[in-house]
């Protein structure tokens, strides 16, 4: 099946990911990028901290390289690579845009006290913000699931847990809005790639 016929399949969930994207470029264009980066951290709780601490992982490479793994040994092998391309793309396409854009991470820009719920050990500073890796890297993996996995319930579950790894990196003071948002466009694109590579493996390879 082509990859066109993928995304008339799977159109509902196409549009939920744009949807988000829409919400969130609608509360950037409204409020800025410092204000709606304090408006999503209006609710801070130690609990929480420690939460999003760890859950933020999801976004993590070695997370990928364990899915992977876990897709490889039940013997969904084109899968597997499917997710290893996205996963390797959005790595790439990220860090190149984070030294072309080379921008400043939350921590620095609210240096004079305004924003107060940075965490000690978690949130970093510097200058390469812009895109979120750890979005782009769930994001990539949400879409290769999305056009691959049939389970209804199962993408509606993966695209829930994605969001929140975005919004995890928001919380943690890690990234602004925008960081997230370009990096679920980089996950999409890489996903979208990865799908496609996928579709074109040779018949022996696939079966």
Known sequence: MSIKNEFRKNIIFIIAILT?????????????????????????RHWLDDFFTYYTYLGNGLFSVVVFLILFILKKKTMAVAILISFLLSGILAQILKRIFSMPRPKIVFNDGLYQH???GVTVSGH????????????????TFILLVKHTGLKWAILFLTIMVGYSRIYLGQHFLSDV???????????????????????????
């Open 20 to 44: 988000v994207l829409t919400v969130g470029l609608f509360v950037l264009l409204i409020l800025g990028k410092e204000q709606s980066f304090i408006l999503l951290n209006g609710y801070h």
């Open 128 to 143: 390469h913000s812009f895109p979120s890796g750890h979005t782009a890297t769930a994001f990539a993996m949400l879409f």
């Open 118 to 120: 940075f965490i000690d």
């Open 181 to 207: 948002l370009a990096g679920i466009a980089v996950g999409i694109l890489s996903g979208t790639i990865a799908v496609y590579l996928e579709k074109k493996m040779p018949p022996k390879l696939r079966a």
